[in-house]
């Protein structure tokens, strides 16, 4: 049974930090481009950072809006990836979410629930 459930969530103050975790289970972690969405209210979801597994060709990228605050990891031994969140905007608040993606003959992408981060004084 495939799992993605994503922790660490909650209230921080403009400037401050936070760090999201998503632990898998139930499929190969190594095999699977990993990423972290956001979605903010009324708006539409956002890829914020992905992080290829080992041995692949591509690269860990970021969106523009979070260059320089965030940093994306993962820990292929344990299955799990963070996401590092520093100086904190307002804007940040949304719910993220962790996705699991690999195309092979045909697409798998998986989900979690999501982890709601509030930025606010």
């Known amino acids: 049974q495939v799992q993605l459930v994503e922790s660490g969530g909650g209230l921080v103050q403009p400037g401050g930090s936070l760090r999201l975790s998503c632990a898998a289970s139930?499929?190969?972690?190594?095999?699977?481009?990993m990423r972290w969405y956001r979605q903010a209210p009324g708006k539409e979801r956002e890829l914020v950072a992905s992080?290829?597994?080992?041995?692949?060709?591509?690269?860990?990228t970021y969106a523009d809006s979070v260059k320089g605050r965030f940093t994306v990891s993962r820990d292929d031994a344990k299955n799990t990836m963070t996401l590092q969140m520093d100086s904190l905007k307002p804007e940040d608040t949304a719910m993220y979410y962790c996705?699991?993606?690999?195309?092979?003959?045909?697409?798998?992408?998986?989900w979690g629930k999501g982890a709601l981060v509030t930025v606010s004084s």
């Open positions: 996705s699991a993606w690999r195309r092979t003959w045909h697409i798998l992408e998986y």
């Open positions: 139930g499929f190969t972690f190594s095999s699977f481009l």
């Open positions: 992080i290829p597994g080992p041995g692949a060709s591509s690269t860990t």
